[in-house]
């Protein structure tokens, strides 16, 4: 996705690892999303960033996962001891604050075996 | 809680066949876009609508937001092998919020 480069693209781990997904903004949006996509499933808010203001985290599944974002560069998503279900594909996306509109990376597709 | 039911859920056509799908909610959107999203890729954004009764037409997709705003749909004329995808919908609940609402999808075969 133009403006959005996210890695790894590809990432298996063991259960009971820790992951770290990465976001970094090309162009310089405010506003960063973290969305999950399980197979066959829509998307799944996980966390908002806007500027300085104090991220919304309403929706991390539980503690396991955390997300940093200094000002308006690299966001990074932690997720502790994974497990099977948390299998999926992370997407990080850019907003435009006054549409709304959503400019996506490619994802991290994790898998826990 | 706000959500977007999509429909079909699948739909597998030949090239050439016209087709319809739909986003409905009992809930009230300030506005509604479409991403088509393509296997391997992040989902990319077609169109946005904002006013009730709105169309939008984008080459060959005709896309509309309901008088009430409460649901949309989108049409493709002869379909292409190209158009091959997962369509989500995503709704805004308020102006100026930053939370989006998406649908499940709706997964779109196109057989050459």
């Known amino acids: 996705g133009a403006g959005v480069s996210q890695s790894p693209s590809n990432k298996v781990t063991e259960k009971g690892k820790d992951v770290e997904l990465r976001c970094d903004p090309i162009s310089g949006h405010t506003a960063l999303y973290w969305y999950r996509q399980r197979l066959g499933q829509g998307l799944e808010f996980l966390i908002y960033?806007?500027?300085?203001?104090?991220?919304?985290k309403s929706g991390l599944p539980s503690d396991r996962f955390s997300a940093e974002r200094t000002g308006e560069s690299v966001s990074t998503l932690t997720i502790q001891r994974t497990q099977q279900e948390d299998s999926a594909v992370y997407l990080c996306?850019?907003?435009?604050?006054?549409?709304?509109?959503?400019?996506f990376g490619e994802g991290s597709r994790l898998t826990v075996l | 809680t706000q959500l977007l039911e999509q429909s079909p859920q699948f739909l597998s056509i030949q090239e050439g066949e016209n087709l319809t799908v739909y986003c409905n909610s009992s809930?009230?959107?300030?506005?509604l876009q479409w991403y088509r999203q393509e296997p391997g890729e992040g989902p990319v954004l077609l169109v946005t609508?904002?006013?009730?009764?709105e169309v939008k037409k984008l080459k060959r997709l005709t896309f509309q937001f309901g008088d009430a705003r409460k649901d949309s749909s989108l049409h493709i004329t002869a379909a292409q092998p190209g158009d091959t995808g997962l369509y989500l919908c995503?709704?805004?609940?308020?102006?100026?919020?930053?939370?989006?609402?998406f649908g499940k999808g709706t997964k779109l075969s196109v057989i050459p």
């Open positions: 809930s009230v959107f300030s506005s």
């Open positions: 609508v904002v006013t009730g009764g």
């Open positions: 995503a709704g805004i609940a308020g102006a100026g919020s930053y939370q989006l609402t």
């Open positions: 996306a850019l907003g435009e604050l006054n549409t709304g509109e959503l400019f």
């Open positions: 960033f806007q500027g300085n203001s104090a991220p919304d």
